[in-house]
């Protein structure tokens, strides 16, 4: 039998919305700018939710990345006459309301859409007829895509959150994420973050061949890096009102999984009792879900308020400065699918604290400092630690740099492009 060593891939790219908010859409991001330059592939892209929205989200990625080109996206179908072209055209004079401040005009744009755009169909099947491989960067493998026997099926795996921890996700998330495993049979090829998310999907799913389930590491990308420009760390510090003096950064997006609440409390806890007037705690990140407690905590503590700096969303151009110019990196999230923040302060040359579950040790190895993230005196303890060694800061961070290393996204690239060719020649 003659080897397949040239494939056409269909990479769905649903979530793309995600880039810089999630480990998800990052994932998504640069493993599709892998499969883009690799010259064993011909990529096409598609986003699979019936949706107009999510096919314009992925559309406008395309458009905007210098990489990547919008003649990649498949083309969608629809029951009447408007192309791509047109559509476009429609969706551009009402983004040209949004901008004269027209409220009314986001709401009309949806209805306007889904009421022209009857049977929307973003994987039309002559589209996929020439092809060898479909796979999801997140969601469900459409039953449309199941029933083409002559494509391979894969599914990047992140983990089984919504299964092991329903009470830190919303309901539409559990229905969603049970949809995915439902989309999940012997013939398909899973592609897991880490070991452990691995270990909790053969655990739960016993329909699954066992032979098809791989673990790919993600990686930082190149935008993270030991930055030593002072007056770049300076005017990031300013831009998101870091007072001058040295700061414990935890980013994240905030929600109960990840563990704020008790690095919060850690925080005044020590700053109380070491009168550590000259340290700052720097949550960074966006809005997740159920983070009310999160501000509830921070009220509590009037005195301490001016210490804590809750940033919001940081750009990705602005994370280098900010994980470089931070004393520590501290991320004691209860249950991670991989971890890609303590990863990217690694690179940066940042000391970091994190728990020792799930993926986390996978990720930091020993050039961390892992806790039991449920104890609060052993990450007290750590923080300490850090905090009055200096010597061990800088050992921390060249070992981190070290680690760091052993992750890229060129690496992850050519590990699944070698699966796509296991599955085509098997």
Known sequence: MKLVWYMKVVFDMALIELVGQSGVGRVAKNLSLQLAKAPECELSVCASLPTVEHWLEVYKYLKKSELLDTKLLIEFQNNITINQENLLKIINYLDKF?????????????????????????????????????????????????????????????DLIPILFPEYVHEAIVKNFQEILNSINPETWLICVSESAKNDLCNHLKVIDSQRVHVVYSAASENFYPCKNIEQIERIKKKYKIPNRPYILALNNLEPRKNIEQLIRCFARLVQQEKLKDLSLVLAGAKGWLYNNIFNEIDQLKELKKQIIVTGYVDDADLAPLYSGAMMFVFPSLYEGFGLPPLEAMQCGTPVITSNTSSLPEVVGDAGIMINPKDSDELCQSILELYYDSSLREKLSHKSIERAKLFSWEQCGKNVINLYKTAVNS
Request: aromatic share 16%.
């Open 98 to 158: 949004n901008q004269w401040e027209f409220t009314l005009s986001k709401k009309f744009k949806k209805i306007l859409i889904n009421t022209f755009l009857g049977n929307f169909d973003p994987i039309p099947q002559q589209q996929l007829a020439d092809k060898e491989i479909y796979h999801s960067s997140f969601f469900s493998i459409p039953k449309k895509i199941q029933g083409m026997k002559h494509l391979q099926k894969f599914l990047t795996f992140h």
